[in-house]
């Protein structure tokens, strides 16, 4: 099986342009990347400098043309990987057509933690980091951690199942004084609706809920 490992540079988080897109095709069996680009895109400001260091001014000096690489790419790939699918799968939507998994909510790297960063996670795994924030430091990273994963097979198989199940919203059922609950099981506070919300697989919802003893609502479902 081969697969693409993506990562996506912005501008922001809301409203924001595409900087740069990085992507490594990635043999499962033998395990390995083959081929890699990663390219910066025009863009005129970057209000998130600070975080990726990308300035505008070396972004206008790239093209689009690399884009037809990443595409090229893509047409060997059976799934496309992100550690964060939900942000980056948005911005990939012109470039690839490929299912999704989620290399940070779907597969289970056995971490300690619910919630963690690709670089908690690479220096769990003992790898080294120089250098990050960048999409080409950031899909490498990730290659050499599933390089170090145990039982990738199978652990690759049950991501890709759990990747297929339904993405469900969950809304907790709680008052002011025992929001605390919703916020240690997970749930995080929507400012603009007002309320405890959490998205999980609904493979998974079953299992989550017995976790907890407050009442929840489904808002949304999607694939």
Same mark, same amino acid.
């Given at each position: 099986?081969?697969?693409?490992?993506?990562?996506?540079?912005? $501008?922001?988080?809301?409203?924001?342009?595409?900087?740069?897109?990085?992507? $490594?095709?990635?043999? $499962?069996?033998?395990?390995?990347?083959?081929?890699?680009?990663?390219?910066?895109?025009?863009?005129?400001?970057?209000?998130?400098?600070?975080?990726?260091?990308?300035?505008?001014?070396?972004?206008?000096?790239?093209?689009?043309?690399?884009?037809?690489?990443?595409?090229?790419?893509?047409?060997?790939?059976?799934?496309?990987?992100?550690?964060?699918?939900?942000?980056?799968?948005?911005?990939?939507?012109?470039?690839?057509?490929?299912?999704?998994?989620?290399?940070?909510?779907?597969?289970?790297?056995?971490?300690?933690?619910?919630?963690?960063?690709?670089?908690?996670?690479?220096?769990?795994?003992?790898?080294?980091?120089?250098?990050?924030?960048?999409?080409?430091?950031?899909?490498?990273?990730?290659?050499?951690?599933?390089?170090?994963?145990?039982?990738?097979?199978?652990?690759?198989?049950?991501?890709?199942?759990?990747?297929?199940?339904?993405?469900?919203?969950?809304?907790?059922?709680?008052?002011?004084?025992?929001?605390?609950?919703?916020?240690?099981?997970?749930?995080?506070?929507?400012?603009?609706?007002?309320?405890?919300?959490?998205?999980?697989?609904?493979?998974?919802?079953?299992?989550?809920?017995?976790?907890?003893?407050?009442?929840?609502?489904?808002? $949304?479902?999607?694939?």
């Amino acid at each position: 099986m081969l697969i693409l490992i993506v990562d996506t540079e912005t $501008t922001g988080l809301e409203n924001a342009e595409t900087c740069e897109m990085a992507a $490594t095709l990635y043999s $499962t069996n033998p395990r390995g990347a083959i081929a890699s680009i990663s390219t910066l895109l025009p863009i005129e400001k970057n209000p998130a400098k600070s975080a990726n260091g990308i300035s505008a001014e070396l972004a206008q000096l790239a093209d689009y043309e690399q884009l037809n690489g990443l595409n090229k790419l893509s047409l060997r790939a059976d799934y496309a990987v992100a550690f964060n699918a939900e942000f980056d799968q948005p911005y990939w939507q012109e470039t690839i057509d490929l299912p999704w998994f989620c290399a940070m909510r779907d597969f289970d790297w056995e971490y300690h933690k619910e919630r963690f960063t690709l670089i908690e996670l690479a220096l769990w795994l003992g790898i080294g980091v120089g250098t990050a924030h960048r999409a080409g430091d950031d899909v490498r990273l990730l290659v050499e951690c599933f390089n170090r994963c145990s039982h990738f097979d199978e652990t690759l198989e049950k991501a890709i199942t759990r990747s297929q199940s339904p993405q469900i919203e969950l809304k907790a059922i709680v008052n002011y004084d025992n929001r605390q609950l919703a916020k240690d099981a997970g749930f995080q506070w929507d400012c603009d609706r007002k309320i405890w919300v959490k998205k999980v697989r609904e493979c998974d919802r079953l299992n989550f809920l017995d976790q907890f003893n407050f009442e929840t609502d489904i808002i $949304t479902t999607s694939a």
